[in-house]
């Protein structure tokens, strides 16, 4: 098994733009999680689907945060527009029922 | 509230045993998590326990659980250089798939 997959595995963009971060979830697994890291706060759960439904965004910091799981197998977490503040690495983890398995991570730097 | 605390630092000996405290604020939580995480990589889960429990062992990994004081340890034996990493306690609650993490402690191995 490939593990949990995320693409790209660094972004660098400028204030302003559209950035766009994917994860293809380990198949069978009917969770999916994505989470935002930095240093002053630490691992914060942004929103999570089960199902490919949504069932908790209140981590989703504001209205330019989006994320949809269209599929079992895909999603995407989308920030338009990102602001310098938006940098950190963005992870995404798949579960079957209570164990989380993380990917390798997005490092995202808005300039 | 959820709140999970870690101590952010410890350095032991190579060869030494390292213990790895946690403490958790709510007693709802029913089950409890080690992750690990390297430089540059996502989380690895080590292991977890329920709260029914009050140790689980693992090759190296000691879970120990009281469930009155709400702390949690983790023991690693005969600690590795390969061991040097942030290490992470996380609580979830029989409701929800959402996990609460710590801010991690950094373990250091010293040779």
């Known amino acids: 098994d490939a593990g949990v997959i995320q693409s790209p595995r660094h972004e660098v963009t400028e204030m302003g733009q559209e950035v766009t971060l994917r994860c293809k979830p380990i198949?069978?697994?009917?969770?999916l999680f994505w989470y935002r890291q930095t240093m002053m706060r630490g691992l914060e759960l942004l929103i999570y689907?089960?199902?490919?439904?949504?069932?908790?965004d209140s981590g989703m910091p504001e209205d330019r945060f989006s994320a949809k799981m269209p599929n079992a197998s895909f999603s995407t977490l989308k920030i338009q527009p990102s602001e310098p503040r938006d940098s950190a690495v963005y992870f995404c983890?798949?579960?079957?029922?209570?164990?989380?398995?993380f990917g390798p991570g997005t490092r995202l730097t808005v300039l | 509230g959820e709140d999970v605390e870690q101590s952010l630092f410890l350095s032991v000996r190579e060869g030494d045993s390292s213990v790895i405290n946690c403490t958790y604020t709510?007693?709802?939580?029913?089950?409890l998590y080690w992750y690990k995480q390297e430089p540059g990589a996502g989380l690895q889960l080590l292991t977890y326990?329920?709260?029914?429990?009050d140790m689980k062992q693992d090759q190296r990994l000691t879970v120990l659980l009281n469930k009155k004081d709400k702390h949690l340890s983790l023991r690693i034996a005969d600690t590795q250089t390969g061991d040097s990493a942030i290490y992470f306690c996380?609580?979830?609650?029989?409701?929800?798939?959402?996990?609460?993490f710590g801010s991690g402690t950094r373990l250091l191995v010293r040779p």
């Open positions: 983890a798949s579960s079957p029922s209570r164990e989380q398995f």
């Open positions: 198949s069978g697994h009917n969770s």
């Open positions: 689907f089960n199902n490919n439904v949504p069932i908790d």
């Open positions: 709510d007693s709802s939580s029913t089950y």
């Open positions: 326990i329920f709260s029914n429990m």
């Open positions: 996380a609580e979830s609650m029989d409701s929800s798939y959402k996990l609460i």
